[in-house]
């Protein structure tokens, strides 16, 4: 079993059945799509065998032939979990083919990757996979949604209509929050920005990790509706992490408006790249002064 990215995780049937005697990695979900095979014990429901776990079983034939009902089922029941928290196994007989090619179309429907190519790039990094091949159609029809933030993807964005101008924003310090509070409770902050971008009245899009895209009619326009997000944005709010739930207060974001894709990503990382430490927000400044971890970071 290998952890790939995240909250997710890749492997065989071997690494789910182990998994009812020993659980190192505290898996609290299991996505089974092993379907009829050559192999045996047939694929089947073993949610039985895993009563403390959310568990689904999708019944995908092992024919290199992924179908579009089953990824639209995985998708949405990986969603569903993902939003709850739960730490999930994604099996097949081997690990090879099946649940790689399962696993790569949640992660371009989730905005974690940007293509399937990418995807699939991402996951051979921690295994040697052979996703099937024939989903490429099927998942690019149901990938036009992101299911971390609920706003349409990169892909969307590609395909709408172009506007005069776009705004390119990402989360400030994100990588030292889920260092901090952890993975989940970023995606959470992720989402309360996508819903705070439509609340003010933008065309938004969730492009990748962090980084969201909007368009617009007019810079003026634009650096309006942003503004007041960022000051929502920076309103305190409660999130549940290291077992109890804390105020956070300050997080922010950062944005560039133009009219070229490329060149505003280009302009917004020179103006990260440049800003000084001492525009911590509240909650980096509360973590640094309660643990000094400040210089690390």
């Given at each position: 079993m290998d952890h790939v990215i995240h909250n997710l995780w890749l492997g065989g049937q071997r690494d789910a059945d182990e998994l009812v005697r020993?659980?190192?990695e505290k898996i609290t979900a299991i996505l089974n799509v092993r379907g009829s095979d050559a192999y045996q014990p047939?694929?089947?429901?073993?949610?039985?065998?895993?009563?403390?776990?959310?568990?689904?079983?999708?019944?995908?034939?092992?024919?290199g032939l992924i179908s579009a009902g089953h990824v639209r089922e995985a998708v949405r029941w990986l969603r569903e979990q993902s939003e709850r928290q739960h730490r999930i196994l994604v099996h097949c007989m081997f690990g090879i083919s099946r649940s790689p090619a399962f696993l790569a179309a949640f992660m371009v429907e989730s905005g974690i990757s940007s293509?399937?190519?990418?995807?699939?790039?991402?996951?051979?990094?921690?295994?040697?996979?052979?996703?099937a091949q024939q989903i490429a159609e099927p998942v690019r029809r149901v990938v036009l949604i992101s299911a971390l933030t609920g706003l349409p993807n990169?892909?969307?964005?590609?395909?709408?209509?172009?506007?005069?101008?776009?705004?390119?924003l990402d989360v400030d310090f994100i990588k030292i929050f889920n260092d901090v509070y952890g993975r989940i409770a970023g995606d959470m902050l992720l989402r309360r920005l996508a819903k705070i971008l439509l609340s003010v009245g933008l065309d938004a899009y969730h492009s990748h990790e962090d980084e969201f895209l909007?368009?617009?009619?007019?810079?003026?326009?634009?650096?309006?509706?942003l503004t007041e997000a960022k000051r929502m944005f920076r309103e305190g709010f409660e999130l549940y992490a290291d077992g109890r739930i804390q105020i956070i207060e300050g997080t922010d974001?950062?944005?560039?408006?133009?009219t070229a894709l490329v060149e505003q990503q280009a302009a917004l990382r020179a103006a990260k790249n440049g800003r000084a430490r001492?525009?911590?927000?509240?909650?980096?400044?509360?973590?640094?002064?309660?643990?000094?971890?400040?210089?690390?970071?």
């Open positions: 020993h659980n190192p047939p694929g089947r429901d073993q949610s039985a065998e895993h009563p403390d776990k959310a568990y689904k079983w999708i019944p995908a034939p092992d024919t293509t399937l190519e990418e995807a699939k790039a991402t996951i051979s990094i921690h295994r040697n996979v052979q996703p990169r892909q969307a964005f590609e395909e709408a209509p172009s506007s005069p101008f776009l705004a390119v909007c368009r617009g009619q007019s810079a003026g326009e634009l650096k309006t509706k974001f950062s944005f560039v408006i133009g001492g525009d911590a927000p509240e909650w980096l400044r509360q973590i640094v002064a309660s643990t000094g971890h400040g210089q690390a970071w």
